[in-house]
T-cell receptor, first 113, second 111 residues
Framework: KAGVTQTPRYLIKTRGQQVTLSCSPI?????VSWYQQTPGQGLQFLFE???????NKGNFPGRFSGRQFSNSRSEMNVSTLELGDSALYLC????????????FGEGSRLTVL | DQQVKQNSPSLSVQEGRISILNCDYT??????FLWYKKYPAEGPTFLIS?????DKNEDGRFTVFLNKSAKHLSLHIVPSQPGDSAVYFC??????????FGAGTRLTVKP
């Protein structure tokens, strides 16, 4: 079956702009989590969605937001982009919330100029 | 707050020898631990896991050890192969906590 799909894979934005990233989970998976990966910081948890509800949120400013649709697809949005937002944004899906193994997509690499 | 810590950013070993990657955690609610492997330009992939009711789990060349009292786990790779060269992330979850990851350890296996 198809894996986790993230779009776009690469994008370049300028400071002050906003960006929306999309994630389609594995079929049947209802939980989607988002992580930010930067060099030396590992994977920083952004938020987790299950059944269209945000279950957990990491320690990120309100400029970072997300949502999940009824088909389990998820989007995350970053407004008023800053240079420090340049990172690889990874989406992961799982059968249920905070359970078991996460399956990751290949990520969306965002560069903010 | 870094609830999962991997204090070694990098590790280099010779092909055929043992690789030992370490991880510490602070949250006593964590009861499920995983290791992920990541190649460049790819998402992390699941490698091996262990629940808190066990102290060892083995899968082929990979073994994970858990020391709950020390809040420490380690991943042993024996024998190491050049294809094992990647970044390894330790992760933990439990209670109502989301899955937390360490900063990763870059393993280089030299031929």
């Amino acid at each position: 079956k198809a894996g986790v799909t993230q779009t776009p894979r690469y994008l370049i934005k300028t400071r002050g702009q906003q960006v929306t990233l999309s994630c389609s989970p594995i079929s049947g998976h209802r939980s989607v989590s988002w992580y930010q990966q930067t060099p030396g910081q590992g994977l920083q948890f952004l938020f987790e969605y299950f059944s269209e509800t945000q279950r957990n949120k990491g320690n990120f400013p309100g400029r970072f937001s997300g949502r999940q649709f009824s088909n389990s697809r998820s989007e995350m949005n970053v407004s008023t982009l800053e240079l420090g937002d340049s990172a690889l944004y990874l989406c992961a899906s799982s059968l249920g919330p905070s359970t078991g193994e996460l399956f990751f997509g290949e990520g969306s690499r965002l560069t903010v100029l | 707050d870094q609830q999962v810590k991997q204090n070694s950013p990098s590790l280099s070993v010779q092909e055929g020898r043992i690789s030992i990657l370490n991880c510490d955690y602070t949250n006593s609610m964590f009861d499920y631990f995983l290791w992920y492997k990541k190649y460049p330009a790819e998402g992390p992939t699941f490698l091996i896991s262990i629940s808190s009711i066990k102290d060892k789990n083995e899968d082929g060349r990979f073994t994970v050890f858990l020391n709950k009292s020390a809040k420490h786990l380690s991943l042993h790779i024996v024998p190491s192969q050049p294809g094992d060269s990647a970044v390894y992330f330790c992760a933990a979850s439990g209670g109502d906590n989301d899955m937390r990851f360490g900063a990763g350890t870059r393993l280089t296996v030299k031929p």
